[in-house]
């Protein structure tokens, strides 16, 4: 267990949920049921690659916990990626299904590799004996993937051929995240960038203020932070900064996004674009505005620079970008931080959205995804507020503890905990 248990993303997972579980007089069998997966599978990956040479690459799939229903997570390919990374990723995946009022469980994969140091052929190979090894474990009413870091629906789509081809029948519903011509939902591209936005439309609320009248400032212009700045664009916010790898863009009137996204799709990055002017990402992280949206990376947002943070609002776009320590200063502060377990569910909700259109052989209208998706994280965030009022804590515990009551109810109820 110690392989598992020994990550520093995993402690800090495990004593989020220890906290919140106190608060909540979590049953301690239920915390004790919760700190360990249910399993967890190591596999060796090897590939031929394209000189000849055969590399053999660790890849592994965690499953947490099932008691609301299949397992359900992403694969991230990371050269970085170890057991327990992954092991805490899949326990996240537990609370965030939960949270969202989803009958899903939690899992997560990945393999230690670098994608960009392998040719698309390699990658492929990969993927296809990644999908065979884990193949027992996973399957529509069983454990679902989707992409997540270095995958992508190019990615799914290998998937769901392999464990097509070993089941003798095509399994669209065994990943999420696929393209549309193979079973995809409309809105899944935008899905977890279109979340955030509605949670910020809900924490603005609270601060008695439309988004057509707010500022915002995003970090990461990829698959979350660009379809974030689309969205709230398009509903009127003044999106004054974004940043990614190459730096960050602002302009005090607000950066045209329509125009910002074209430049991005030719040249890849956001530097030099000419509707702005250049400032670091640390500035971008201290600007005055209603919003801040860190939507690229874990632990930006730190004790070293917190005290110069300026926005009233964090929506957490990425997984951990504020460390315990900001955390805590940040309430102390008044500001109010909307965890990512509820501002980046939309991804997984629009997964599951995927999985039901599957399972059902119907599919939905891009609007339909929409005003579902919308209904869903309102009401996560109402449930949330509400939790936070009445125990006076802030979001996250509001989040985790919300998450942590419905999973033990429906613990108590199959009597997986005594
Ligand atoms: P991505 O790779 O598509 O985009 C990441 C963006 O961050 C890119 O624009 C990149 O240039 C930028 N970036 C990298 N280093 C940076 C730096 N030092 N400063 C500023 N920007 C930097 O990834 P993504 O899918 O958008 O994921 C971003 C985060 O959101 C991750 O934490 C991920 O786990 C989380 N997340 C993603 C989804 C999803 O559906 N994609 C769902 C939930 C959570």
Redesign the pocket.
């Known amino acids: 267990m110690e392989a598992i248990t020994s990550g520093a993303l995993y402690q800090n997972t495990m004593k989020i949920v220890e906290d919140a579980g106190k608060l909540v007089s979590l049953s301690p069998n239920v915390i004790e049921r919760l700190r360990y997966p249910r399993r967890a599978l190591i596999v060796a990956v090897p590939v031929k690659m394209d000189d000849g040479r055969v590399k053999v690459f660790p890849g592994y799939r965690v499953q947490h916990n099932q008691t609301l229903g299949p397992f359900k997570g992403g694969i991230r390919y990371h050269h970085q990626v170890d057991l327990s990374e992954v092991a805490a990723l899949a326990s996240l995946m537990t609370f965030k299904n939960s949270l969202m009022g989803l009958p899903l469980g939690g899992a997560k994969g990945g393999v230690q590799v670098d994608p960009n140091k392998l040719s698309k052929a390699e990658i492929e190979n990969l993927t296809r004996r990644f999908t065979s090894e884990i193949s027992p474990f996973i399957g529509p009413d069983k454990d679902i993937p989707a992409?997540?870091?270095g995958t992508d629906s190019q990615t799914m789509a290998w998937m769901l051929d392999t464990f097509s081809l070993e089941s003798g029948f095509s399994q669209t519903g065994v990943v999420t995240g696929k393209p549309v011509e193979i079973g995809g939902s409309l809105g899944r591209e935008a899905?977890?960038g279109l979340g955030v936005i509605f949670a910020t439309e809900k924490a603005l609320e609270k601060m008695n203020k439309r988004i057509s009248e707010a500022t915002l400032a995003i970090?990461?212009?990829?698959?979350?932070?660009?379809f974030a700045a689309i969205e709230g664009y398009a509903k009127g916010a003044r999106v004054l900064a974004v940043?990614?790898?190459?730096g960050?863009l602002y302009n005090e009137r607000g950066l045209n996004i329509a125009e910002l996204v074209r430049y991005v799709k030719e040249k890849k990055?956001v530097k030099d674009f000419p509707g702005g002017q250049h400032i670091s990402?640390e500035e971008l992280l201290t600007l005055p505005v209603d919003v801040l949206a860190p939507?690229?990376?874990?632990g930006?947002i730190h004790k070293g620079n917190v005290h110069e943070v300026k926005a009233k609002i964090i929506v957490e776009?990425?997984?951990?970008?504020t460390t315990r320590e900001a955390d805590e200063i940040l309430h102390g502060a008044k500001v109010m931080v909307v965890p990512?377990i509820l501002a980046?569910?939309?991804?997984?909700v629009v997964s599951y959205f995927e999985w039901v259109q599957d399972i059902s052989w119907l599919f939905w209208n891009e609007d339909e995804v929409r005003n579902r998706l919308r209904e869903i994280i309102y009401k996560a965030f109402d449930k949330c507020w509400a939790f936070a009022e009445q125990e006076k804590v802030n979001m996250r515990t509001a989040a985790m503890g919300t998450s942590l009551l419905r999973l033990e109810r429906a613990m108590k109820l199959r009597g997986q905990a005594w």
Do not use: R
């Open positions: 992409p997540d870091v899905a977890t970090q990461g212009f990829g698959k979350v932070g660009m940043s990614d790898v190459s960050a990055v990402n939507c690229a990376l874990e930006v776009g990425a997984n951990g970008p990512d980046n569910g939309g991804g997984v």
